[in-house]
């Protein structure tokens, strides 16, 4: 079984940077970020593939950037901007290549943007 543990969120004000982490029990293909504000649907909004493809969500692309360290099973999201509406629980997810769907969740780091 895989586990992923995020950390690094917290409470910044609007304009300001976060940076979150999830390392990954295991070497896998895909890892990404979802964010899910409260009363609302969870929401992709980065990914980065082994040979460090990434992908974004029209919302993160720029201000928010994906990383990894694959000798540390790590993902990083850089958040910059950062504005009330990322309020949220951000959740680091992660597949096999041969997956399409994300078979693997954390359990989620809070991060709060005050105005």
């Known amino acids: 079984q895989v586990r992923l543990v995020e950390s690094g969120g917290g409470s910044v004000q609007a304009g300001g940077s976060l940076r979150v982490s999830c390392v990954s029990s295991r070497y896998l293909y895909d890892m990404a970020w979802f964010r899910q504000a409260p009363g609302k649907d969870r929401e992709f909004v980065a990914r980065a593939s082994i040979i460090r493809t990434t992908t974004y969500a029209d919302s993160a692309k720029a201000r928010f950037t994906i990383s990894r360290d694959n000798a540390k099973n790590t993902v990083y999201l850089q958040m910059n901007s950062l504005q009330p509406d990322d309020t949220g629980m951000y959740y680091c997810?992660?597949?096999?290549?041969?997956?399409?769907?994300?078979?693997?969740w954390g359990q989620g780091t809070q991060v709060t943007v005050s105005a």
């Open positions: 997810a992660a597949r096999s290549s041969d997956q399409l769907e994300w078979q693997y």
